[in-house]
């Protein structure tokens, strides 16, 4: 079974930048889709950006087109999510998450990590 740890969040002024990362351990990652969530207080988790097991296609949900970024290091074992422009309403717990096996970059999605906090002040 996969293990998933996020790591890089943080506090940062509106406007400001993050990169997080995804480091996946018992087993590889390679031809898997991946994809990042996030969980604001009070609100369920909501799905941020994915992508498919090859690395070629990206999906965002609108509120963070042109802003986020997600990508793959296959050979590392790690996803990240480059996140520019951040603004107060993106403050929430990051989780990533494994896909299926060949899978597309819009899920669906069975494993997840614990999550990194991202806190944005106006």
């Known amino acids: 079974q996969v293990q998933l740890a996020e790591s890089g969040g943080g506090l940062v002024q509106a406007g400001g930048s993050l990169r997080l990362s995804c480091a996946a351990s018992?087993?590889?990652?390679?031809?898997?889709?991946m994809g990042w969530f996030r969980q604001a207080p009070g609100k369920e988790r909501a799905f941020v950006a994915g992508?498919?097991?090859?690395?070629?296609?990206?999906y965002y949900v609108d509120s963070v087109k042109g802003r986020f970024t997600i990508s793959r290091d296959d050979a590392k074992n790690t996803v990240y999510l480059q996140m520019y422009n951040l603004k107060p309403e993106d403050t929430a717990v990051y989780y990533c998450?494994?896909?299926?096996?060949?899978?597309?970059?819009?899920?669906?999605?069975?494993?997840w990590g614990q999550g990194t906090q991202v806190t944005v002040s106006s």
């Open positions: 998450a494994t896909g299926k096996l060949y899978g597309g970059s819009n899920g669906p999605y069975d494993y």
């Open positions: 018992g087993r590889t990652i390679r031809r898997y889709s």
């Open positions: 992508i498919d097991w090859a690395g070629a296609i990206t």
